[in-house]
T-cell receptor
Framework: GAVVSQHPSRVICKSGTSVKIECRSL??????MFWYRQFPKQSLMLMAT?????????EQGVEKDKFLINHASLTLSTLTVTSAHPEDSSFYIC???????????FGPGTRLTVL | KQEVTQIPAALSVPEGENLVLNCSFT??????LQWFRQDPGKGLTSLLL?????REQTSGRLNASLDKSSGRSTLYIAASQPGDSATYLC?????????????FGTGTRLTIIP
């Protein structure tokens, strides 16, 4: 149990385009989902926290208009990188939390490369 | 602000040796501490989770300890194997403005030499 998937696993796009990344909890309902970003050889940095049915809470320094987060259901959250630029190239990882488990379960990550 | 530090940043040991990875955190008001494993280009695999009321957790060759008052945790790996080579991350869950926030350490890149 407690499996989290991400799609796509890898995406390459041109500068200026938008990219959507999906995060799904496959076998449990996630009241809260988190989005992290990881640059090469660095640790994970929390970008935002999203609760189902409400607006996401963004960490300081993260542009909410650039990184759009939608948590429309208890099993799906999406992160859209709008007008992507090469500096947005990174590894994006989501996690999902269930009140039943009291811990976060992580997806396999999405490698974004912006040309 | 919670800060999590891991020492060393990189470690290489011969196969079969026992080893210890260290993690320290600045704010002792935590809910729990987790150790994760990350293989290159992959997501996170949870290894052990220690609740704030616990002192240690064990899983197979892994043993994690927690000293909340001093802000320290160690991950002990017994009889290391080449398959243990990966980056190990520790993370603490802290209360932030009524929510729970996971703060990650900088990671230790472990290489087991066959």
């Amino acid at each position: 149990g407690a499996v989290v998937s991400q799609h796509p696993s890898r995406v390459i796009c041109k500068s200026g385009t938008s990219v959507k990344i999906e995060c799904r909890s496959l076998d449990f309902q996630a009241t809260t989902m988190f989005w992290y970003r990881q640059f090469p050889k660095q640790s994970l940095m929390l970008m935002a926290t999203s609760n189902e049915g409400s607006k996401a809470t963004y960490e300081q320094g993260v542009e909410k208009d650039k990184f759009l987060i939608n948590h429309a259901s208890l099993t799906l959250s999406t992160l859209t990188v709008t007008s992507a630029h090469p500096e947005d190239s990174s590894f994006y990882i989501c996690s999902a939390e269930s009140p039943d488990y009291n811990e976060q379960f992580f997806g396999p990550g999405t490698r974004l490369t912006v040309l | 602000k919670q800060e999590v530090t891991q020492i060393p940043a990189a470690l290489s040991v011969p196969e079969g040796e026992n080893l210890v990875l260290n993690c320290s955190f600045t704010d002792s008001a935590i809910y729990n501490l987790q150790w994760f494993r990350q293989d290159p280009g992959k997501g996170l695999t949870s290894l052990l989770l220690i609740q704030s009321s616990q002192r240690e957790q064990t899983s197979g060759r892994l043993n994690a300890s927690l000293d909340k008052s001093s802000g320290r945790s160690t991950l002990y790996i017994a009889a290391s194997q080449p398959g243990d080579s990966a980056t190990y991350l520790c993370a603490v869950t802290s209360p932030v403005f009524g929510n729970e926030k996971l703060t990650f350490g900088t990671g230790t890149r472990l290489t087991i030499i066959p």
